[in-house]
């Protein structure tokens, strides 16, 4: 199947410092990545889908400003978390439709466990 | 938008064993329903998914049925072994230009040996 890379895969900061998390699919081209985000025994949600080219579209709830997505080309996205606060400490996954176009398999970066001091 | 309900939150069953878990879902227009198990501090996998023009689909141990008019979709794990212990999470999406996927809560299966 279609490998997606995500790095780092941990990351301890200080609070009020920006981080930045790198998706990759690595064999095919993506389109559409999606970022979620996913507390201690929680489910995967949703923050923003990232569309290579254009503004991320972002869910409800969540701050665009503090939550910048960059998707530049068709193989990587970027998410920054500004100026991060404890509150922000949570595991981030990244994912990508393996097939173009139609609604498709998604695969999963390793996610990228963010701890804020 | 999409609302997925997940149950049981955890199913603690012993070796050999079968398990169900169960979803519901609100979106009528949805059409694919995956199935993702996740391993303690591991990426989502898929293991088997579902599109609305089929109602039942089955690989080895592992199958998933579904209700269109009801609007839920079960997973079937028989024969369960301790490998299978993790947390399964259910999803549905729709094609299009606004393609996402909503998960279920999760569930933590335990097989016991």
């Known amino acids: 199947g279609a490998v997606v890379s995500q790095h780092p895969s941990w990351v301890i900061c200080k609070s009020g410092t920006s981080v930045k998390i790198e998706c990759r699919s690595l064999d095919f081209q993506a389109t559409t990545m999606f970022w979620y985000r996913q507390f201690p025994k929680q489910s995967l949600m949703l923050m923003a889908t990232s569309n290579e080219g254009s503004k991320a579209t972002y869910e409800q709830g969540v701050e665009k400003d503090k939550f910048l997505i960059n998707h530049a080309s068709l193989t990587l996205s970027t998410l920054t978390v500004t100026s991060a606060h404890p509150e922000d400490s949570s595991f981030y996954i990244c994912?990508?439709?393996?097939?173009?176009?139609?609604?498709?398999?998604?695969?999963f970066g390793e996610g990228s466990r963010l701890t804020v001091l | 938008g999409e609302n997925v309900e997940q149950h049981p939150s955890t199913l603690s069953v012993q070796e050999g064993d079968s398990a169900v878990i169960k979803c519901t879902y609100s979106?009528?227009?949805?059409?694919?329903f995956p199935w993702y198990k996740q391993e303690l501090g591991k990426r989502p996998q898929l293991i088997i998914d579902i599109r609305s023009n089929v109602g039942e689909k089955k690989d080895q141990r592992i199958a998933v049925t579904l209700n269109k008019t009801a609007k839920h979709f079960s997973l079937h794990i028989t024969e369960t072994q301790p490998e299978d212990s993790a947390v399964y999470f259910c999803?549905?999406?729709?094609?299009?230009?606004?393609?996402?996927?909503?998960f279920g809560k999760g569930t933590l299966l335990t097989v016991n040996p």
């Open positions: 979106d009528s227009a949805s059409n694919y």
């Open positions: 999803a549905a999406g729709k094609g299009g230009s606004n393609y996402k996927l909503t």
């Open positions: 994912s990508a439709d393996g097939t173009s176009g139609y609604t498709g398999e998604l695969f």
